[in-house]
C-alpha cells in the first residue's frame, strides 16, 4: 500500500503575481486520518518556517505590486512585526532549505509519495513552480506536479456538501469554514505557520466527514 504524508504550505507574498516577491514560506506536515486534534500534527516534526530577505527578491526581478504592500503597510503592527523582523535569507537559500526539509519528512515518515496543499490553484502553486524554475531546482524538489492539491476548493466543495449549506457547487468557501469546527488555537491569520495550520484543520474536518460516509 502506498504511503502518503499531506504537507500545507504557504507564502507570505507582496504581490498576486506568479513571480511575486516572497516574505514568508512555511509548511507543516498533518495526519489526514488523524482520530483527534492531538493527533493531526506530528510531534516529532517541526513546522518548516523562513522569512525571505527582500532585497534578494528585488535583486532577482521578483514582483512587487504596490496595493498588495500597501495592504501590508496598513496592518496592525504586530502582525507586520511577526512577519517583516527576525533572521531572513535569500529567496534561493529559503527554497533550498525547504527542498531539504521535504526530503526530511519524506525520509523519516518512509512516505512513497508526498503531497502539497496550499489555498488556491493559482497562487502558492504558481510561486512555487516559478521559483523552482528561476532557480533551476525542479529537478531536485522532490514532490511530483501530479501531488498539489487546491486546498480551497476542496473544503469549499467537500464542506459545502456535508455541512448542507446548499449552494449547488458554488460553494462559498468562508461561510464553509464558518459553518466548520473552527481552529482552536488562536493565532495572526497573516502568519504563514499559522494559516497552514489552520487550512490543515479544515482539510482533515473534510476528511473526517468523507471517512464518516463511507
Keep these: 500500500m502506498t504511503k502518503i504524508v499531506d504537507i500545507t ?3 507570505e507574498t507582496l504581490s498576486l503575481a506568479c513571480n511575486a516577491a516572497v516574505l514568508q514560506l512555511a509548511a507543516v506536515v498533518f495526519n489526514r486520518y488523524a482520530v ?5 500534527f506530528p510531534k516529532a516534526i517541526a513546522p518548516f518556517e523562513a522569512k525571505v530577505d527582500i ?5 532577482d526581478g521578483f514582483d512587487f505590486n504596490p496595493s498588495t504592500v500597501k495592504w501590508w503597510s496598513e496592518k496592525p503592527e504586530e502582525v507586520k512585526r511577526e512577519v517583516l523582523t527576525g533572521d531572513c535569507y535569500p529567496l534561493s537559500e529559503v527554497m533550498m532549505n525547504f527542498i ?3 526530503c526530511e519528512v519524506k525520509n523519516f515518515t518512509e ?7 496550499a489555498q488556491g490553484s493559482d497562487f502558492d502553486v504558481s510561486i512555487l513552480r516559478t521559483i523552482l524554475r528561476r532557480y533551476d531546482m525542479e529537478k531536485v524538489f522532490p514532490v511530483h506536479f501530479h501531488n498539489c492539491r487546491d486546498a480551497r476548493t476542496f473544503i ?4 459545502d456538501r456535508y455541512c448542507m449549506l446548499h449552494h449547488d457547487g458554488l460553494a462559498d468557501h468562508k461561510k464553509v469554514y464558518d459553518a466548520m469546527p473552527p481552529y482552536p488555537e488562536q493565532g495572526n491569520v497573516h502568519s504563514a505557520t499559522y494559516d497552514c495550520r489552520r487550512t490543515s484543520w479544515a482539510l482533515w474536518q473534510c476528511f473526517s466527514m468523507l471517512l464518516d460516509v463511507r
Design 9 to 11: 504550505f504557504d507564502f
Design 36 to 40: 483527534d486534534s492531538q493527533e493531526l
Design 55 to 59: 532585497r534578494s527578491c528585488v535583486a
Design 100 to 102: 531539504d526539509w521535504l
Design 111 to 117: 512516505a512513497d509519495v508526498l503531497i502539497l496543499w
Design 156 to 159: 469549499a466543495e467537500i464542506g
